[in-house]
């Protein structure tokens, strides 16, 4: 993503009277008296902006679709939805209701984990066997019984 601010905010100060803003550096020295006098508010969110950036350049902000306690809708993978029809469990190709319970952080990415251990899914998955609305899920289960019935029939 790209930056859209300074690395050294030492140098950074809002001027309002200045079109380009926080672009520019400093030069009346308020930030060394403790801070911008004008536009203090937009100094504190650029500042803040400026740590989620460099927080995320570092590889220490994480986007997560989700949080523990929201609910989260799954469904089984193509391959488990055909070893239920095989094995005549057809009544478990449904969309099942999770609690994230707890996430878990990998190198390679991240585990929800939902209530009891139930079900575990995966960052790839999101979208494909775990969604954040019960709609996307059933969407995506009409699909996989479509693709079933073509195969079948």
């Not at 949080?67 to 799954?74: E, S």
């Not at 999770?98 to 999101?126: N, P």
Request: hydrophobic share 30%.
């Amino acid at each position: 993503m790209e930056r859209l601010t300074i690395n050294n905010l030492d140098k950074v100060c809002y001027d309002p009277w200045e079109l380009c803003g926080m672009d520019s550096y400093c030069t009346k020295g308020c930030h060394e008296e403790g801070g911008c006098t004008k536009g203090c508010d937009i100094l504190k969110m650029y500042r803040r902006l400026a740590e989620y950036e460099d927080l995320e350049e570092q590889g220490k902000l994480l986007k997560l679709p989700c949080k523990i306690g929201d609910t989260i809708y799954v469904i089984p993978s193509r391959a488990n939805y055909g070893i239920n029809i095989v094995n005549r469990h057809k009544e478990n190709n449904r969309v099942y209701e999770q609690i994230v319970d707890h996430i878990r952080f990998y190198k390679s990415g991240y585990l929800l984990s939902t209530c009891e251990g139930f079900a575990c899914v995966i960052e790839e998955s999101y979208k494909e066997t775990w969604f954040l609305t019960k709609e996307e899920a059933e969407t995506a289960l009409r699909k996989l019984k479509d693709v079933w019935k073509e195969l079948e029939g």
